[in-house]
């Protein structure tokens, strides 16, 4: 398989040798009218040419286009289009955009950051691009817009269950989703036991994920890349955003420091559904019929501190930290648990010249959880946290004749603690503690070409090379990159990927996607890396004047040393871990169809998806194949934005999913160790995973009204979230049926379904000055 990689990477190296003299290299910055701030991520194409490229983190393009006569255009979310006719001839050349404010919401909604043609010219594939903007217009469970949210309402992308924000990408578990805010990994991109994510929307700019053709930059994880870009201060004011909503409220300020030098941003977020629930606990203490209701709240905050040493060098500071409490008191019992992450990342950007720019960074990234537990005079405290440091340096060269490289290291220090434990009593005749610390040193060399051979080819092929260190074992590996596009017509492409991608670190948890009680745990001499392999191959085309853009991609991905545990497994207070672990192997394959308009007053999209996915272990289902718990055979998602006029926007959402696999007991059996005693109930199981949940379905309304009041922006976001009152699955119990007349006597068993969410409206009241 190495040699077969090898070849692979010498025969794009080979088809890259040749000189094009008669391409030229047109490159420039594209920035904001209103404040000057590099557009990171603006698109700019020669739709003639049928060629486009993205800017870089300075704003900065370079595309390499035939001699001739040529429309330059450059577009970005909520501004205005430009367009420049330009003539290549014999010399490269600069040319500067500078993008006016969109003027109305329709502008906004039409103008893209990666427009339609620039998707289907792009050599990338599997790739959803995502702005705070759009986010906001779609319908929100108690008004909270969350941006991973509206990514599971992209093909490829499922929910971990009602609610909840964890991502299950092309037959992916959350813990192999690579969320990057700002370079910095967070390791549980969750609030509110995952109803909602850690990103507050004020503060993103956008976000991009990668399902697949992962470009080689990336590392570490096996299904999903979600790069998170925050917002940065603007150079001309300080402005102030912010919103206040059903369960929780939120502001942003950011402006200059130092005219031009020095900006700042800061975001905070927090819910207050604590607030009331304590007043109530206050007003019915003392009443012997009322339990307390438990304490719960989170809060997170955002910061960026960008300054300007000249015109070649820039220095950014981004910060983010939050935390969600969760507690429970009585008289004679308390409980209580709080977790969060915590995130720094300090970045140098250096500009050598046009074509060459560094960018260096130190970031610190940490995720902890504490569960504090006190019955009568004992208490014990479990807390489990994984905290790394990373050095990064990237460097991306336009070398002109269609190619621009990119190249870089990167080296992350893991310190992990699992499981330790305090326990105590007050009379301190009981003192004891247990845990295991672990470490680990990550490493990744890689390098990439994007390479346009003509209109008609383009490659992006690359190489990285990954390893891992912990408790004396080494592992290294190869992971190749490569896609191609190929371009039929004017209207329409062929894309065509593969990826390799390795995974070191590894999420144990017995409580499902996003619990805060997530244990991260190394490669080590009995824990092998997990491995994945994918290969994708799809169609785009354009029609209706442009305004229409529909891609269907095929997948299939391979998964090697998948983690399960042993029935009864213990992961917590254990020192032998690795004893607990099942290795096995996973697949998963699809079909992901997807249609777009974003044009006219009325855009969105149309998702379906038809997949499988399956996990294979020796210790598990007799070694039989069996589904895993997130495969989802039918998976459809409707979103449309309707503009009625300058003021008010209408929007819905319907999504339809076929129901989660699970296991059910095919019999139990009741045995009696003492006479008179209740016997206990023994469920028997056969197949793993081998019954289905009834289907998911939902659709969600939604309004905004835009004010008009004098000091600046204002509207009103309305939405109503399970509009027709869908009772859908959150999980099944099994309750038992006694003899009414022989309460020893069991008649059978009843399944009973829980449901979280029924009909919920919201109102979030926006404002900007």
């Given at each position: 398989?190495?040699n077969?990689h090898?070849?692979?990477?010498f025969?794009?190296?080979?088809?890259s040798?040749?000189?094009?003299?008669?391409?030229?290299?047109?490159?420039?910055?594209?920035?904001?009218?209103s404040n000057n701030?590099?557009?990171?991520?603006?698109?700019?194409?020669?739709p003639?040419?049928g060629?486009?490229t993205?800017t870089?983190?300075e704003?900065?393009?370079t595309l390499?286009l035939?001699?001739?006569?040529h429309?330059l255009?450059a577009?970005?979310?909520?501004?205005?289009?430009a367009?420049?006719?330009?003539?290549?001839a014999?010399?490269?050349?600069?040319i500067?955009?500078i993008?006016?404010?969109?003027?109305?919401?329709?502008q906004?909604?039409?103008?893209?950051?990666?427009?339609l043609?620039?998707?289907?010219?792009?050599?990338?594939?599997?790739?959803e691009?995502?702005?705070?903007r759009?986010?906001?217009?779609?319908p929100?469970?108690?008004?909270?817009?969350?941006?991973l949210k509206?990514?599971?309402?992209?093909?490829?992308?499922?929910s971990?269950g009602?609610?909840?924000?964890g991502?299950?990408?092309?037959g992916?578990?959350?813990?192999?989703?690579?969320?990057?805010?700002?370079?910095?990994l967070?390791?549980n991109?969750?609030?509110?036991?995952?109803?909602?994510?850690?990103?507050?929307?004020?503060?993103?700019?956008?976000?991009e994920?990668?399902?697949?053709g992962?470009p080689a930059?990336?590392?570490?994880?096996l299904?999903?890349v979600?790069d998170?870009?925050?917002?940065?201060?603007n150079?001309e004011r300080?402005?102030?955003?912010?919103?206040?909503?059903l369960?929780?409220?939120?502001?942003?300020?950011d402006g200059?420091?130092?005219?031009d030098?020095?900006?700042?941003?800061?975001?905070?977020?927090r819910t207050y559904?604590?607030?009331?629930?304590?007043?109530?606990?206050?007003?019915?203490?003392?009443?012997?019929?009322?339990?307390p209701i438990?304490?719960y709240?989170?809060?997170?905050?955002?910061?960026?501190l960008t300054?300007?040493?000249?015109?070649?060098?820039?220095?950014?500071?981004?910060?983010?930290?939050?935390r969600?409490?969760?507690g429970f008191?009585?008289?004679?019992?308390s409980f209580?648990?709080?977790?969060?992450?915590?995130?720094?990342?300090?970045r140098?950007r250096?500009?050598?010249?046009d074509n060459l720019?560094?960018?260096?960074?130190?970031?610190s990234?940490?995720?902890k959880y504490n569960?504090?537990?006190?019955?009568d005079?004992?208490?014990?405290?479990l807390?489990?946290?994984?905290?790394?440091?990373?050095?990064?340096?990237?460097?991306d060269w336009?070398?002109?004749?269609g190619?621009?490289?990119?190249?870089g290291?990167q080296?992350?220090?893991?310190?992990?603690?699992?499981?330790?434990?305090n326990?105590e009593?007050?009379?301190?005749?009981?003192?004891?503690?247990?845990?295991?610390?672990?470490s680990?040193?990550?490493?990744?060399?890689?390098?990439?070409?994007?390479?346009?051979?003509?209109p008609?080819?383009?490659?992006?092929?690359?190489?990285r090379l990954?390893?891992?260190n912990?408790?004396?074992?080494?592992?290294?590996a190869?992971?190749?990159?490569?896609?191609?596009?190929?371009t039929l017509?004017?209207?329409?492409?062929l894309k065509?990927?593969?990826?390799?991608m390795?995974?070191?670190v590894?999420?144990?948890?017995?409580?499902?996607?996003?619990?805060?009680?997530?244990?991260?745990?190394?490669s080590n001499?009995g824990?092998?890396?997990?491995?994945?392999?994918?290969a994708?191959v799809?169609?785009s085309?354009?029609f209706?004047?442009g305004?229409y853009?529909?891609?269907?991609?095929?997948y299939?991905?391979?998964?090697?040393?998948?983690?399960d545990?042993?029935?009864?497994a213990n992961?917590?207070?254990?020192?032998?871990?690795?004893n607990?672990?099942?290795?096995?192997r996973?697949?998963s394959y699809?079909n992901?169809l997807?249609?777009e308009?974003v044009?006219?007053k009325?855009t969105?999209?149309?998702?379906?998806t038809l997949?499988w996915?399956?996990?294979?272990?020796d210790?598990?289902?007799?070694?039989?194949?069996?589904p895993a718990?997130y495969?989802?055979?039918h998976?459809?998602?409707?979103?449309l934005?309707?503009?009625l006029?300058?003021?008010?926007s209408?929007?819905?959402?319907?999504?339809?999913g076929t129901?989660?696999a699970?296991?059910?007991?095919v019999?139990?059996f009741?045995?009696q160790?003492?006479?008179?005693?209740e016997?206990?109930i023994?469920?028997?199981?056969?197949?793993?995973?081998?019954?289905?949940?009834?289907?998911?379905?939902?659709?969600?309304?939604?309004?905004v009204?835009?004010?008009r009041?004098?000091w600046?922006e204002a509207?009103l976001?309305?939405?109503?979230?399970n509009v027709?009152?869908?009772?859908?699955p959150?999980f099944v119990y099994?309750?038992?049926?006694k003899d009414?007349?022989d309460e020893q006597?069991i008649?059978?068993?009843?399944a009973k379904?829980?449901?979280?969410?029924?009909f919920?409206p919201s109102?979030?009241?926006n404002?900007?000055?």
């Open positions: 398989m190495r077969y090898t070849t692979l990477l025969l794009f190296l080979l088809v040798l040749p000189a094009w003299a008669q391409r030229q290299v047109v490159q420039g910055y594209v920035r904001a009218a701030e590099a557009l990171i991520g603006a698109t700019i194409s020669a003639e040419a060629l486009g993205i870089n983190e704003g900065f393009y390499s035939p001699r001739g006569e429309s255009q577009t970005y979310v909520g501004y205005t289009t367009t420049r006719s330009i003539s290549v014999g010399s490269g050349q600069s500067n955009f993008l006016e404010p969109a003027s109305n919401e329709l906004v909604v039409e103008i893209q950051a990666s427009s043609r620039q998707k289907l010219n792009d050599t990338r594939m599997s790739v691009t995502l702005t705070s759009e986010a906001k217009l779609l929100a469970l108690f008004g909270e817009v969350d941006l509206t990514l599971q309402l992209k093909p490829g992308v499922q971990s009602e609610g909840t924000s991502l299950y990408v092309r992916g578990g959350p813990d192999q989703n690579l969320v990057l805010l700002d370079d910095a967070i390791y991109p969750s609030h509110l036991f995952g109803f909602f994510s850690v990103f507050n929307p004020d503060a993103v700019k956008s976000v994920l990668y399902k697949g992962f930059q990336f590392g570490g994880r299904s999903s979600v998170v870009k925050m917002n940065r201060g150079n300080v402005r102030s955003t912010g919103g206040l909503g369960i929780s409220s939120r502001l942003t300020v200059p420091i130092v005219k030098k020095l900006n700042f941003s800061v975001s905070g977020r559904v604590d607030i009331f629930t304590r007043q109530i606990n206050r007003l019915k203490e003392g009443d012997d019929d009322f339990s438990p304490d709240y989170f809060y997170d905050l955002n910061g960026n300054y300007t040493l000249g015109e070649n060098d820039e220095l950014s500071l981004s910060g983010y930290y939050g969600d409490f969760f008191n009585d008289s004679d019992f209580g648990f709080d977790w969060g992450n915590t995130m720094g990342s300090l140098w250096h500009k050598f010249n720019y560094a960018t260096t960074s130190l970031t990234t940490g995720y569960i504090n537990n006190k019955i005079i004992f208490s014990f405290k807390t489990s946290q994984v905290q790394d440091y990373t050095f990064k340096t990237d460097f336009f070398l002109g004749d190619h621009s490289l990119k190249l290291a080296a992350t220090h893991h310190g992990f603690t699992v499981g330790r434990l326990f009593s007050s009379d301190s005749t009981l003192n004891f503690g247990a845990g295991s610390t672990y680990g040193l990550e490493f990744g060399l890689y390098a990439s070409d994007d390479f346009v051979l003509s008609m080819l383009s490659f992006n092929y690359g190489l990954s390893g891992f912990s408790g004396g074992k080494t592992y290294a190869p992971e190749p990159r490569a896609s191609v596009k190929y017509n004017e209207h329409t492409s065509a990927s593969y990826a390799s390795m995974q070191y590894h999420l144990l948890t017995n409580s499902g996607a996003s619990l805060p009680t997530d244990i991260w745990y190394p001499e824990v092998k890396p997990q491995r994945s392999q994918q994708a799809g169609v085309h354009l209706g004047k305004r853009l529909v891609t269907n991609e095929v299939y991905k391979w998964m090697h040393n998948q983690i545990f042993r029935d009864g992961l917590f207070v254990n020192d032998s871990l690795e607990e672990f099942l290795f096995g996973g697949e699809g992901e997807y249609l308009k044009s006219g009325t969105g999209w149309l998702g379906y997949s996915t399956y996990r294979t272990f210790g598990i289902n007799n070694g039989r194949r069996f718990r495969d989802r055979r998976d459809i998602s409707l979103v934005m309707h503009q006029n300058k003021r008010l209408l929007t819905t959402a319907f999504v339809y129901g989660s699970y296991s059910v007991p019999a139990r009741a045995f160790d003492v006479e008179g005693k016997p206990s023994v469920p028997i199981y056969e197949d793993r995973n081998a019954y289905r949940l009834a289907a998911y379905h939902r659709l969600d309304l939604g309004a009204l835009k004010l009041p004098r600046g509207d976001t309305f939405s109503v979230y027709y009152n869908r009772r859908n959150y099994f309750e038992q049926q009414r007349n006597t008649l059978g068993f009843q379904q829980v449901s979280l969410f029924p919920i109102v979030t009241y404002f900007r000055f």
